[in-house]
């Protein structure tokens, strides 16, 4: 059994937000491989699906983006899934818009949500799908910046990176997560 988690914030209003890259992919990932999202649990909604012969679940944790550790800790428990067969995926303020970058371990790097999850993991050591948003131009503050949306230049670079990410994870199912870095990074 694999977890794939999207990190965002629920509610219309953080729609299309770049903090909402997580949630973004995950959706993508259920559309193109027909993952119905229609558990509630552990603080967030799932859906899972059998892809290459692996049991997959697809979450999207419901608490807000600093407190994610919070819906993740839970379903691995509740599954006896290990660490080593989860993956994040988050936005990245230290990519250029649309990189993505496969990681097996890694600091929080000033994320709260990646905070919420070591906290809670009580390790560094999980696998990340990081996804570049670039940082903000002309002294915007953070938290604006990455609670708004993509500005129409951005637009394609992230459409892309989504296609990238679901591939990667599909990839995931069926390899070692460092051939699939190999592959994506």
């Given at each position: 059994?694999?977890?794939?988690?999207?990190?965002?914030n629920?509610?219309?209003?953080?729609?299309?937000?770049?903090?909402?890259?997580?949630?973004?992919?995950?959706?993508?990932c259920?559309k193109?491989?027909?993952v119905e999202?229609?558990?509630?649990k552990?603080?967030?909604?799932f859906?899972?699906?059998i892809?290459?012969?692996?049991?997959?679940?697809?979450?999207?944790?419901l608490?807000?983006?600093?407190?994610?550790g919070?819906?993740?800790?839970?379903?691995?428990d509740y599954?006896?899934?290990?660490?080593d067969?989860l993956?994040?995926?988050?936005?990245?303020?230290d990519?250029?818009?649309?990189?993505?970058?496969?990681?097996?371990?890694?600091?929080?790097?000033?994320?709260?949500?990646?905070?919420?999850?070591i906290?809670?993991?009580?390790?560094?050591k999980?696998?990340?799908?990081?996804?570049?948003?670039?940082?903000?131009?002309?002294?915007e503050?953070?938290?604006?910046?990455?609670?708004?949306?993509?500005?129409?230049?951005?637009?394609?670079?992230?459409?892309?990176?989504?296609i990238?990410?679901?591939?990667?994870?599909?990839?995931?199912t069926?390899?070692?997560?460092?051939?699939?870095?190999?592959?994506?990074?």
């Amino acid at each position: 059994m694999k977890v794939v988690v999207g990190l965002g914030n629920p509610g219309a209003k953080y729609a299309g937000t770049r903090h909402n890259i997580g949630f973004d992919i995950i959706d993508y990932c259920a559309k193109e491989l027909g993952v119905e999202l229609n558990q509630s649990k552990f603080k967030g909604i799932f859906g899972i699906k059998i892809i290459n012969g692996e049991k997959v679940f697809f979450l999207k944790p419901l608490t807000y983006m600093n407190l994610s550790g919070e819906s993740v800790r839970p379903l691995l428990d509740y599954y006896q899934i290990g660490i080593d067969d989860l993956v994040v995926i988050y936005d990245d303020l230290d990519l250029p818009t649309g990189k993505i970058r496969l990681r097996e371990k890694g600091s929080a790097g000033g994320h709260n949500g990646i905070k919420s999850l070591i906290q809670h993991l009580g390790t560094e050591k999980f696998k990340r799908i990081r996804v570049g948003v670039d940082r903000p131009k002309d002294g915007e503050p953070i938290v604006n910046y990455v609670l708004g949306t993509y500005r129409p230049d951005e637009r394609q670079a992230m459409s892309e990176s989504i296609i990238q990410a679901s591939k990667a994870i599909e990839a995931w199912t069926d390899k070692s997560f460092l051939e699939v870095m190999n592959q994506f990074n």
